[in-house]
């Protein structure tokens, strides 16, 4: 990894580790948490009022995102669904309540802080059916062809090597899984300095890829079926979109090496652990 990638991945830990921190200082308070951002393009009022009331008031508090992949991810009964970057959890528990007792729900990420909100949420909410483990959206420790469903809100606009997370998110699926993710794209006719003009990294912006490099990281991973579709305005030529894509049942052909863009540093793969 390189100093500057893992620069940008130390500010991105400590920008969540402290949204968990202030969330759970709050949730002493007489009257709940208050929401880590104030901000109608991000977070929690981006939730139904019937998902954010059946939830701890904590889980809602702590979201970040920039959308509901739950409310695209067509979840059915059974499955295992993966969710990347998960913070304080609210996608993860809205999954288990729909793959129900027999399906399970897997939260992923890198911060203790959350990890550790995201565990007394799901204690909170009575969920057994998930589990939620420590590490990086680049080197996802579970074993390849496990999972149904891949979501994530609002995170792999944050990583520094997205490749390497379009190949990870590819080798976990199934043969015909899917994804159904939120995150932020950027107009085709910004350059990297104009996204960045537009907002900082830890703030989902800079790092940001447009509508091209997102079509073209995802084929290159193999994926088929791409739909990138804008919701709502974030800056300036930057949108919050929904994507989707799914994983061939059939092998695919020889694809070509994952592309790296000029905007984003490489980085090798990181070390992970077992969340416990």
């Given at each position: 990894?390189?100093?500057?990638?893992?620069?940008?991945?130390?500010?991105?830990?400590?920008?969540?580790?402290?949204?968990?921190?202030?969330?759970?200082?709050?949730?002493?308070?007489?009257?709940?948490?208050?929401?880590?951002?104030?901000?109608?393009?991000?977070?929690?009022?981006?939730?139904?009022?019937?998902?954010?009331?059946?939830?701890?008031?904590?889980?809602?508090?702590?979201?970040?995102?920039?959308?509901?992949?739950?409310?695209?991810?067509?979840?059915?009964?059974?499955?295992?669904?993966?969710?990347?970057?998960?913070?304080?959890?609210?996608?993860?528990?809205?999954?288990?309540?729909?793959?129900?007792?027999?399906?399970?729900?897997?939260?992923?990420?890198?911060?203790?802080?959350?990890?550790?909100?995201?565990?007394?949420?799901?204690?909170?909410?009575?969920?057994?059916?998930?589990?939620?483990?420590?590490?990086?959206?680049?080197?996802?420790?579970?074993?390849?062809?496990?999972?149904?469903?891949?979501?994530?809100?609002?995170?792999?606009?944050l990583s520094t090597d997205k490749p390497a997370v379009?190949?990870?998110?590819?080798?976990?699926?199934?043969?015909?899984?899917?994804?159904?993710?939120?995150?932020?794209?950027?107009?085709?006719?910004?350059?990297?300095?104009?996204?960045?003009?537009?907002?900082?990294?830890?703030?989902?912006?800079?790092?940001?890829?447009?509508?091209?490099?997102?079509?073209?990281?995802?084929?290159?991973?193999?994926?088929?079926?791409?739909?990138?579709?804008?919701?709502?305005?974030?800056?300036?030529?930057?949108?919050?979109?929904?994507?989707?894509?799914?994983?061939?049942?059939?092998?695919?052909?020889?694809?070509?090496?994952?592309?790296?863009?000029?905007?984003?540093?490489?980085?090798?793969?990181?070390?992970?652990?077992?969340?416990?």
């Amino acid at each position: 990894m390189t100093e500057q990638s893992t620069d940008l991945r130390e500010t991105v830990r400590q920008r969540y580790a402290a949204s968990a921190l202030k969330v759970t200082a709050g949730g002493s308070a007489c009257c709940g948490p208050e929401p880590v951002e104030a901000d109608a393009n991000f977070g929690g009022i981006l939730y139904g009022a019937d998902e954010r009331d059946a939830l701890p008031a904590e889980a809602v508090a702590a979201s970040l995102g920039c959308g509901n992949p739950t409310a695209v991810a067509d979840l059915n009964e059974g499955e295992r669904v993966l969710d990347l970057g998960s913070g304080g959890g609210i996608d993860v528990l809205l999954s288990a309540r729909r793959v129900g007792p027999t399906g399970k729900a897997y939260g992923l990420d890198m911060t203790e802080e959350m990890l550790a909100l995201a565990l007394v949420n799901a204690a909170k909410a009575g969920a057994t059916n998930v589990e939620f483990l420590k590490g990086t959206i680049e080197a996802i420790p579970l074993p390849a062809a496990t999972i149904d469903v891949v979501i994530s809100n609002c995170v792999i606009n944050l990583s520094t090597d997205k490749p390497a997370v379009f190949a990870e998110t590819f080798r976990v699926l199934k043969p015909g899984g899917r994804i159904g993710v939120s995150d932020v794209v950027a107009d085709d006719t910004l350059t990297p300095d104009q996204r960045a003009e537009r907002g900082d990294y830890v703030g989902c912006i800079a790092g940001a890829l447009s509508f091209a490099e997102y079509r073209n990281g995802l084929r290159a991973a193999g994926f088929t079926d791409i739909e990138i579709t804008p919701t709502h305005s974030v800056a300036d030529g930057m949108h919050s979109a929904l994507v989707r894509a799914v994983k061939p049942a059939a092998p695919s052909p020889e694809r070509t090496p994952p592309k790296r863009w000029p905007s984003q540093a490489p980085q090798p793969d990181a070390e992970t652990s077992l969340a416990g």
